[in-house]
């Protein structure tokens, strides 16, 4: 079973900057394409950024800018280089997988989330 541990989540001040990390571990054959995606409280999930195999990349409106991802296939692992942050930037952010595991299966995984929170 795939499985995705995210870290580098925190406190900041707005303006400041957090860089989050997403491993995936489990069997793990290629990953296709790796993600980021936030909820705040009241609101839905969002996406934030995902990045596929081949580099590229797509980016909510919201991010656009202050945000990056990146991906180390070597370590199976994901990168979100968050700068510039603002207080609507305060959720818990979600890593994302889908790829193939070594028993030719299909995967699609959640992380279990890491708080940002973001002061005025």
């Known amino acids: 079973q795939v499985q995705l541990v995210e870290s580098g989540g925190g406190l900041v001040q707005a303006g400041g900057s957090l860089r989050l990390s997403c491993a995936a571990s489990g069997g793990i054959l290629g990953i296709n394409a790796m993600g980021w995606y936030r909820q705040a409280p009241g609101k839905q999930r969002e996406l934030v950024t995902t990045?596929?195999?081949?580099?590229?990349?797509n980016y909510g409106d919201s991010v656009k800018g202050r945000f990056t991802i990146s991906r180390d296939d070597a370590k199976n692992t994901a990168y979100l280089q968050m700068n510039n942050l603002k207080p609507e930037d305060t959720a818990v952010y979600y890593c994302n997988a889908v790829g193939r595991t070594i028993w030719r299966r299909d995967f699609k995984s959640w992380g279990q989330g890491t708080q940002v929170t973001v002061s005025s």
């Open positions: 990045i596929t195999s081949s580099g590229d990349t």
